[in-house]
């Protein structure tokens, strides 16, 4: 049995022998390594240097060949695809919106935005400070000591005052920004919106922005939002990194500090790849909010319409339908955020916390050069200090990786904006983009449609070979040619979807010109009247002098006396007296007034205006002959040129030429004489009667010539 029993201890001898060889090897390997860690940390820090230097380099050269695939897929793709991704297409366009609501550096955003920076600073500076004193005040505690243990805690206490109210400016600022962002932007915006007719454009004449309302209103706001929150979470956890690495080193070696980076790094780009596109989410949310407010305000609109066709069943569906699409992708992204915030949270908290752990307990067991960790109190003094420093960097580090998501929602927010802001500078150079579902699939119309015709200031107004187009692109006139000097009245006339509207539209600078020649007096001295008048919510005087303002009223020489002499020609002084406010009665005044009263509203701010034209769409449909002649013939008299859209015949003897259209691209301009077209008319009625007759008297005459067979 003893031979077989020295086997096991031989054995267990040689293992002995070999943890022993082992533990010697480490040791004399980790004291070379603290002979020459001055050595080998400036060669890491070089390689490091040099690594930053080299991803830099990448990513520029990424950039570069992602810049020059956009342009080459530009012509081929509108700029209101832009998807909402983290590439060098948001840092232009996020660019482009920083200028402008931070225009300068001397501007007050500018200002604040460095205030902020500073506090940002103080907090960091404040926390390291924090972080000694706690370990300190541990050391005190568990020395003993409690004089100075009470000291140490008072001025704990004091250095409080400053941290807290740092960081109360801090929410301050972050506020502010937001709110001095979103007044610049949005201003920003109006100015483009409300110039040029843009507004009109953008809904009209291009298919790319469904809902401009929601984008001024609630994204400009989210994006301000989020565009200053963003900065303290970006700026404040790279300075925290920064600093509080710096700390870290001095304290438990850089060394560490960099083997404990490299996993977390290698950590982070796992999660990144893992994280989905929450920017893309962002977008699509937002968009399908305003398709389904869109749904309900459209609702509002035609409320009538949809209740006289009982279409309550039909709308109900459609709402519905976007409802129920928006809350399926909410529960989409709710879903993906549960399983991605539990992975951030078992690597962020747990994971990491396990390395800070690790990394904290490198100075009580090895003895780095120039640190002496005599007693209990000096060791956890060192843990304590280095464990707060550690949580912070990681904390820092933390709101870093989980700013990633916020950086893809602010990229959702900013593609949306730049993309209202690109489409509406499209817009004001004249090129459009709307899907024509009519004639425009043929050659010719196709052709048409791309062509741009030219307008020409005048004192008159003259079409020379214009197309008129509808908004479906229908070709409706090939060509259109006439004029009209002041004084010329012009009648308008032609079955519906002949190009009426359109003609107005053109008038109006409303619609391009997309061939030929057009010369017209400037957008003032044109002035329409359409059959459903537009009577906005305000003051009485506001009804009449619209869209002028008091202001602007009195600097043209009108009183309050004027304007009631005009409603006294269309009999309209009893809305005056209507209230205790007169003309300071503010109220929806097109619930107040009936269509007939509107359109003598309407007529009463012509008055007011006497422009060199006007035009004047079925304006008098709701009203008697007798204030349909008040109307035209105070209008004359006031020197308006008339150009009027309608089939009435009482209108006849107030025009001097005629244009008519057959609804089958053809027209016919010329001088029209009243009483002659009345006589041709009453004629031509006269022998329609007489017609529709003859079948009756051919069969009376055939009956008749059987009775007399008969007899």
């Not at 100075?148 to 301050?172: C, H, R």
């Not at 796992?270 to 309900?296: Q, S």
Request: hydrophobic share 40%.
């Amino acid at each position: 049995m003893a031979p077989s029993m020295s086997k096991p201890a031989v054995l267990g001898r040689s293992m002995t022998v070999s943890t022993r060889a082992i533990r010697d090897l480490v040791q004399r390997l980790l004291q070379v390594y603290l002979r020459n860690r001055s050595r080998i940390s400036k060669a890491i820090y070089i390689a490091l240097f040099i690594s930053f230097l080299n991803r830099i380099r990448n990513v520029v050269i990424r950039q570069k060949a992602a810049a020059k695939r956009a342009n080459e897929s530009k012509s081929t793709s509108s700029s209101a695809d832009k998807k909402a991704e983290l590439n060098w297409e948001f840092v232009r366009s996020l660019l482009k919106l920083i200028r402008i609501i931070i225009p300068s550096w001397r501007s007050p955003e500018a200002r604040m935005l460095l205030t902020h920076s500073l506090f940002l600073v103080a907090r960091t500076l404040l926390s390291v400070k924090v972080a000694a004193m706690d370990g300190s005040i541990v050391k005190s505690l568990v020395s003993g000591h409690g004089r100075e243990f009470l000291t140490k805690l008072g001025w704990w206490m004091v250095i409080a005052v400053p941290a807290t109210f740092t960081n109360a400016m801090l929410s301050y600022h972050q506020a502010e920004l937001a709110l001095r962002y979103r007044a610049r932007l949005t201003e920003h915006l109006h100015d483009k919106y409300l110039s040029h007719l843009t507004f009109y454009a953008l809904l009209a004449l291009d298919d790319r922005i469904k809902n401009p309302d929601q984008l001024i209103g609630v994204d400009v706001s989210a994006f301000a939002t989020c565009l200053s929150e963003l900065y303290g979470n970006l700026a404040k956890p790279i300075l925290d990194m920064v600093i509080y690495t710096y700390s870290l080193s001095r304290n438990v070696g850089g060394e560490g500090v960099l083997f404990m980076a490299f996993l977390v790094q290698l950590s982070s780009q796992v999660m990144r790849a893992l994280t989905p596109p929450f920017g893309k989410y962002v977008a699509d949310e937002t968009r399908l909010e305003g398709e389904f407010r869109f749904a309900h305000s459209r609702l509002i609109d035609h409320a009538e319409e949809v209740a006289l066709y009982a279409g309550h069943e039909a709308e109900k569906n459609t709402l519905d339908k976007g409802y129920f699409t928006l809350i399926k992708h909410i529960n989409f992204v709710l879903r993906r955020r549960f399983y991605h915030g539990f992975m951030e949270d078992f690597v962020v908290k747990y994971f990491w916390g396990a390395l800070g752990f690790a990394l904290c307990s490198v100075p009580v067991f090895i003895k780095l050069p120039g640190q002496t960790l005599a007693t209990m109190a000096d060791r956890s003094e060192s843990f304590i200090t280095n464990r707060r420093l550690l949580m912070s960097a990681s904390d820092a580090f933390g709101r870093l990786m989980f700013s990633y998501k916020e950086v893809m929602q602010l990229a959702g927010y900013t593609s949306r904006v730049s993309t209202l802001l690109d489409v509406m500078d499209d817009i004001k150079a004249g090129h459009y983009e709307k899907k024509l579902v009519s004639s425009s699939g043929t050659a010719n119309n196709a052709a048409v449609l791309k062509g741009r015709g030219q307008v020409i200031e005048s004192d008159y107004i003259e079409f020379i070979n214009v197309p008129i187009i509808s908004p479906n692109g229908d070709v409706l006139v090939p060509a259109l040619s006439f004029r009209i000097a002041e004084g010329d009245h012009l009648l308008i006339v032609g079955p519906n979807g002949c190009g009426k509207s359109s003609l107005f539209r053109i008038l109006g600078g409303l619609w391009p010109v997309y061939g030929g020649t057009v010369k017209k007096p400037s957008a003032d001295k044109i002035f329409y009247l359409p059959q459903r008048p537009y009577i906005p919510r305000g003051t009485l005087r506001h009804q009449i002098i619209y869209p002028d303002t008091q202001a602007t009223m009195h600097s043209r020489g009108y009183t309050d006396a004027d304007l009631l002499a005009i409603l006294q020609i269309l009999n309209l002084e009893h809305l005056v007296e209507m209230h205790p406010d007169g003309w300071e009665y503010e109220a929806e005044w097109r619930d107040l007034l009936s269509s007939g009263l509107q359109q003598r509203v309407a007529m009463a701010r012509l008055f007011y205006h006497r422009p060199r034209y006007a035009i004047l769409d079925e304006c008098t449909s709701s009203v008697t002959l007798e204030t349909e002649k008040i109307m035209y013939d105070t209008a004359k008299k006031l020197g308006v040129t008339l150009m009027t859209v309608s089939h009435r015949r009482s209108l006849w003897k107030y025009h001097t030429h005629i244009l008519q259209f057959d609804g089958q691209g053809k027209y016919v301009f010329t001088r029209l004489d009243a009483e002659r077209r009345m006589r041709l008319e009453d004629e031509k009625e006269e022998l329609e009667v007489k017609l529709r007759q003859v079948p009756e008297l051919e069969r009376r005459l055939e009956e008749l010539t059987g009775e007399k067979v008969r007899a």
